[in-house]
C-alpha cells in the first residue's frame, strides 16, 4: 500500500513537471497572441490623438504694427502641457497654433519627438518680439531645435504658415485667452 501512493505521489509529480515544460515549451504559441493585443490597445491609449482646444486667440504683427494674420490658439503653460505640445497630432490648419508659455525668458529648446506633422516653431522674448523662427521642422526628430536668443514664449504653427503669410524674425506678437 505504501508502495502503491510513493507511485501514485510519483505519477502526479511527473505529470505537473510534464505540463509546466510542455507550457514552458509552447508559451509562444499559447500566449503570443492576448500579449500583441495587450501592447496594441496599451500603444493605442498612449497615441492617442489629442484634439485642439481654442483657449484664445492670437496676433502676428508686422514692424510697420499692422496685423498680418490672427489665429486660435491653444496655450501650453503648465510642464504637462509643455511636454505634450503637439505629440500625437496628425494635421492642423492654419487658422490654429499652440503657444508655449515658458516659465523663465532665455534659450530654449524643443525637439519632434512623437510629432507626425513638420512644423513652423517660432521662438518669441518677453517684449514679443519674434526672435528665431525654424521653417519645416522634420517630423519625429529627436535633435535640439534651439532659439539661440532669449525666448519667454514659442508658437507652433503648421509647416508653412511662415511662408504663405510673410511673417520673419523681427516681427511680434500678441495674444489674449480666451474667458
Avoid at 486667440?57 to 496655450?75: G, P
Wanted: glycine letters at 4%; one cysteine or more; charged letters at 25%.
Amino acid at each position: 500500500m505504501a508502495n502503491q501512493k510513493k507511485n501514485i505521489k510519483g505519477i502526479i509529480i511527473g505529470i505537473v513537471l510534464l505540463g509546466a515544460f510542455a507550457a514552458y515549451l509552447f508559451q509562444p504559441l499559447l500566449f503570443s497572441s492576448s500579449t500583441k493585443d495587450i501592447s496594441k490597445k496599451a500603444s493605442k491609449s498612449i497615441t492617442v490623438e489629442p484634439k485642439f482646444t481654442k483657449e484664445g486667440s492670437l496676433v502676428f504683427i508686422n514692424t510697420a504694427l499692422d496685423t498680418i494674420r490672427q489665429v486660435n490658439i491653444e496655450i501650453a503653460d503648465n510642464d504637462p502641457e509643455r511636454t505634450q505640445g503637439m505629440m500625437y497630432r496628425s494635421s492642423m490648419s492654419y487658422d490654429n497654433a499652440m503657444l508655449f508659455i515658458m516659465e523663465y525668458e532665455r534659450q530654449q529648446s524643443f525637439w519632434m519627438r512623437n510629432t507626425k506633422l513638420s512644423l513652423d516653431i517660432l521662438y518669441v522674448s518677453a517684449d514679443m518680439e519674434i526672435v528665431t523662427i525654424y521653417k519645416h521642422t522634420q517630423p519625429f526628430s529627436e535633435s535640439p531645435i534651439p532659439s539661440f536668443k532669449r525666448a519667454k514664449y514659442v508658437v507652433e504653427t503648421t509647416a508653412g504658415f511662415c511662408e504663405k503669410f510673410g511673417i520673419e524674425e523681427g516681427d511680434h506678437i500678441a495674444f489674449t485667452r480666451s474667458d
